[in-house]
């Protein structure tokens, strides 16, 4: 499992550089819209869609709502979706009492996969097209997905106390925290790197260790929908690493947050 793992991110994290630093702003926006319809495509598996013209269906809704987030304001967003995160996290913290509500009906199913997975696509491509967007963005993949390796091996060697039993019972408390120092170590050499000045640093500090904070509410939530449907994965496309949803749950929270929290920063400084 682990060499599958690791042979699969040693195939991705090339073709995300590639992507990341050679495609142009277009094309990078309609790539990271394709990838966006395939989450959803998974994201109807979760909604317990069997007819493929249902899924199909799914898909073009999803489509239409990317279209339209052109002209939305970036800031309404970014607002909702923050509301939405915080709103998610009670219910992976109330996971099963309240999933009577939500959890046999596809309609309300299909809406948490827009607000998951929509807003996504908005934060990368906000960041892609700022001054050293670039950089930025990949400062936010090395966070996220660092943390996410960070978790995983911290919690391989020294968990023992689960953090969410009823939603994701691999994930312990000991792992968050490895996540929360690894992510901390990254954001200090970043700094250090970049040359920001001191006076910035707890704000960039505080907002990197909350936004890995919310990558956890991601993965935990994506773990929650597949539990809800008696799934292991969301899909089969990366050996050892499941599906696409698997790969990007951690930054469908991480991403918006992170763009909201620079946002309010930069109010803040001005």
Same mark, same amino acid.
Request: one cysteine or more.
């Given at each position: 499992?682990?060499?599958?793992?690791? $042979?699969?991110?040693?195939?991705?994290?090339?073709? %995300? +550089? &590639?992507? #990341? *630093?050679? =495609?142009?702003?277009?094309?990078?926006?309609?790539?990271?819209?394709?990838?966006?319809?395939?989450?959803?495509?998974?994201?109807?598996?979760?909604?317990?869609?069997?007819?493929?013209?249902?899924?199909?269906?799914?898909?073009?809704?999803?489509?239409?709502?990317?279209?339209?987030?052109?002209?939305?304001?970036?800031?309404?967003?970014?607002?909702?979706?923050?509301?939405?995160?915080?709103?998610?996290?009670?219910?992976?913290?109330?996971?099963?009492?309240?999933?009577?509500?939500?959890?046999?009906?596809?309609?309300?199913?299909?809406?948490?996969?827009?607000?998951?997975?929509?807003?996504?696509?908005?934060?990368?491509?906000? $960041?892609?097209?700022?001054?050293?967007?670039?950089? %930025? +963005? &990949?400062? #936010? *993949?090395? =966070?996220?997905?660092?943390?996410?390796?960070?978790?995983?091996?911290?919690?391989?060697?020294?968990?023992?106390?689960?953090?969410?039993?009823?939603?994701?019972?691999?994930?312990?408390?000991?792992?968050?925290?490895?996540?929360?120092?690894?992510?901390?170590?990254?954001?200090?050499?970043?700094?250090?790197?970049?040359?920001?000045?001191?006076?910035?640093?707890?704000?960039?500090?505080?907002?990197?260790?909350?936004?890995?904070?919310?990558?956890?509410?991601?993965?935990?939530?994506?773990?929650?929908?597949?539990?809800?449907?008696?799934?292991?994965?969301?899909?089969?496309?990366?050996?050892?690493?499941?599906?696409?949803?698997?790969?990007?749950?951690?930054?469908?929270?991480?991403?918006?947050?992170?763009?909201?929290?620079? =946002?309010?920063?930069?109010?803040?400084?001005?």
């Amino acid at each position: 499992m682990l060499k599958q793992r690791i $042979i699969t991110a040693a195939i991705l994290i090339p073709i %995300t +550089l &590639l992507v #990341l *630093f050679y =495609l142009p702003p277009a094309p990078f926006c309609v790539m990271t819209a394709i990838i966006t319809l395939v989450g959803a495509w998974e994201w109807s598996n979760l909604m317990g869609l069997q007819k493929t013209s249902q899924r199909v269906l799914y898909l073009l809704v999803i489509a239409f709502v990317l279209s339209w987030m052109i002209i939305v304001p970036v800031a309404l967003i970014f607002i909702v979706s923050s509301i939405w995160w915080i709103f998610a996290f009670m219910l992976v913290v109330l996971y099963p009492r309240c999933s009577s509500w939500w959890g046999s009906g596809v309609f309300w199913r299909g809406l948490m996969g827009i607000v998951v997975l929509s807003p996504c696509w908005a934060a990368i491509n906000y $960041i892609r097209n700022q001054n050293d967007g670039i950089y %930025t +963005l &990949l400062f #936010l *993949f090395v =966070l996220i997905w660092g943390a996410d390796s960070a978790a995983y091996f911290t919690g391989k060697r020294w968990g023992k106390t689960k953090l969410a039993p009823h939603v994701s019972p691999g994930k312990s408390v000991q792992g968050f925290l490895g996540a929360i120092i690894f992510c901390t170590i990254i954001a200090v050499a970043a700094l250090i790197l970049c040359q920001i000045p001191p006076a910035m640093w707890p704000w960039a500090i505080a907002l990197s260790i909350i936004t890995v904070m919310f990558s956890v509410v991601g993965d935990l939530f994506e773990s929650m929908m597949k539990r809800q449907c008696g799934l292991k994965d969301s899909g089969n496309i990366f050996p050892g690493h499941g599906g696409l949803l698997d790969r990007i749950d951690s930054l469908t929270a991480a991403a918006p947050v992170f763009v909201m929290g620079g =946002l309010l920063l930069g109010m803040y400084l001005d």
